[in-house]
């Protein structure tokens, strides 16, 4: 019901910087959360940011004071700044939206690439 869009993946040296783009198909002011995860080859998916209704955003030790997570509730967009980036941040990321009403239902994007490598 609800479509999640990912784009800005791709290659990039260390220490360089990405945006990543979620598009939703409805409005994200509804949902109870959004925001990334990330799963890299051989790993488990691991959460990378997320905002909650309140406007607060909760990050993964490994990401935080690199990694910014903003929310556009006009535009229906979802965006995360990669700065100083890493070898170790290699994955496929995925936009998360968390909504419903009854029932509590979690949307998934189809993901982006991220290569970080000289």
């Known amino acids: 019901q609800v479509q999640l869009v990912e784009s800005g993946g791709g290659l990039v040296q260390p220490g360089g910087s990405l945006r990543l783009s979620c598009a939703a198909s409805t409005s994200i002011s509804s949902m109870f959360s959004m925001g990334w995860y990330r799963q890299a080859p051989g790993k488990q998916r691991e959460l990378v940011a997320i905002?909650?209704?309140?406007?607060?955003?909760n990050y993964a030790d490994s990401v935080k004071g690199r990694f910014y997570n903003s929310g556009d509730n006009v535009k229906n967009m979802v965006y995360l700044q990669m700065n100083s980036l890493k070898p170790e941040d290699t994955a496929v990321y995925y936009c998360y939206a968390k909504g419903g009403r009854l029932v509590r239902v979690e949307y998934w994007g189809q993901g982006t690439q991220v290569t970080v490598s000289s």
């Open positions: 905002i909650t209704r309140g406007g607060t955003t």
